[in-house]
């Protein structure tokens, strides 16, 4: 496509799918099938030979279908897709989210590193650095939502380890409260780090906001992370992950899946080839309907404090980053309640519309607790720094009439 570029939610149904390979279906079957036959034993011995690195590709060749823990056209056409929305060279996908992020933690950190990474994390990847990294050997350090990027450096200097930087890894925006971090400022701070022989990589868990209004590969990150549970899945029914960037890095990153053999199932993929092709509608309503609530709130006697991109104020640090890195909101509104955990419950328990459960990105609308449900695990003066308190609700808005949602948080929070 060189005189036309189709914008990303105009190729999710046909993008990578060759219909006359498919008895001519309109739609990608399902490729449930562990093993592909071999034309030929030659075949079969060259198809070896780039999956296992043994020669280079010749220009024209691809990797044929070997065994599906290695490749299979449902995952396959799925990472083609993925790719379009990030502008990724390549794409792996996993059978969850945090297999995403543990493989990527595990091929690119060695013991003796060190990683830098953002607070609060989602609770499987802090536990993970935590137990599992400091297992093995890898220093960190947390970077806590209201420290400065020079403040970073200095932490870095202080701990005598800057030569074993290895890593970067930032959530933004942060889950529950959607503070927001200067990818491009963490990408500039890696690179001062970088020598010729080893480059500092940033990683972004790209979750929270999904891939259509953040891609932080344009912002300088090396590494897009993603549980497609959420936004990329969007109807609660599935779990998997997606990991992208460029060629070299995701040649490591699916040498590694093969070995762990970690890689998302056909039909999984096969039902979030389906999810791809109304990602663009259900977000674009999911955040007209996310940006309805927050104003609402922000007016309620009963609230005290919203968090959501849509509501930051001009000329602040985060409207400013806000600004330069996201094209949209989102669908993820948290705000404290007056009085405490008892009155969060109550507006919790009185929900009718809006299921308590948590997840996020979904069609349907959910609404969890953070404190004793999602970040039960952090420790208290921690939550206390990230206004994770007895207050703070978090709601992630789906797809249904605005109208309803709005009444259903409003007689919610009549009965507190
Ligand atoms: C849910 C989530 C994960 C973990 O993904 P799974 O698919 O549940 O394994 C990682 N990061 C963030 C930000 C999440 O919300």
Redesign the pocket.
């Known amino acids: 496509m060189s005189a036309y570029d189709f914008n990303p939610e105009s190729l999710m149904m046909t993008y990578g799918y060759k219909p006359e390979l498919s008895e001519g279906a309109i739609k990608c079957p399902i490729f449930q099938t562990s093993t592909f036959v071999f034309k030929t034993a030659e075949e079969g011995k060259a198809f070896f030979e780039l999956a296992y690195g043994l020669r280079e590709k010749s220009p024209k060749e691809e990797l044929g279908l070997i065994y599906s823990r290695i490749n299979n056209p449902n995952l396959e056409i799925l990472e083609n897709r993925l790719c379009l929305w990030d502008k990724a060279d390549d794409c792996a996908v996993f059978e969850?989210?945090?297999?995403a992020?543990s493989t990527v933690l595990l091929e690119f950190l060695k013991p003796g590193d060190l990683l830098v990474y953002s607070n609060p994390l989602?609770g499987?990847?802090d536990h993970f650095i935590q137990h599992f990294l400091d297992k093995i050997g890898v220093h960190t350090i947390g970077v806590m939502p209201n420290q400065s990027i020079e403040e970073v450096h200095e932490l870095i200097e202080k701990s005598g380890k800057a030569d074993r930087l290895a890593m970067i890894y930032l959530?933004t925006p942060a889950?529950p409260t959607n503070h927001i971090i200067d990818i491009e400022g963490f990408a500039n701070m890696a690179s001062s780090y970088s020598t010729d022989d080893k480059k500092v990589l940033v990683a972004v868990?790209n979750?929270?906001m999904g891939p259509l209004w953040q891609h932080p590969l344009q912002c300088g990150a090396d590494l897009v992370l993603y549980?497609?549970?959420?936004y990329i899945g969007g109807h609660s029914d599935l779990?998997?992950?997606a990991v992208l960037g460029n060629k070299d890095l995701m040649i490591r990153v699916k040498t590694l899946r093969t070995f762990l053999g970690n890689m998302v199932s056909p039909h999984t993929a096969w039902l979030m080839l389906r999810s791809l092709e109304t990602l663009k509608v259900r977000m674009d309503q999911q955040t007209e309907n996310a940006q309805i609530v927050a104003d609402y709130l922000m007016t309620h006697a009963k609230v005290k404090k919203v968090y959501y991109l849509g509501v930051l104020e001009e000329g602040t640090k985060g409207y400013e980053t806000y600004k330069k890195q996201c094209s949209a909101p989102g669908a993820m509104v948290s705000f404290d309640i007056k009085g405490g955990e008892k009155e969060a419950f109550k507006f919790l328990n009185n929900l009718k519309l809006v299921k308590l459960a948590v997840?996020?990105g979904s069609t349907e609308s959910l609404a969890e607790h953070p404190k004793t449900m999602t970040h039960a695990g952090v420790e208290e003066k921690q939550r206390e720094q990230m206004d994770i308190t007895d207050q703070l609700v978090r709601l992630s808005i789906g797809v249904e009439h605005s109208k309803d949602l709005l009444w259903d948080i409003e007689q919610a929070l009549e009965k507190v």
């Open positions: 969850s989210g945090m297999s992020i989602y499987g990847t959530e889950n868990d979750t929270y549980s497609a549970t959420k779990i998997a992950g997840s996020l």
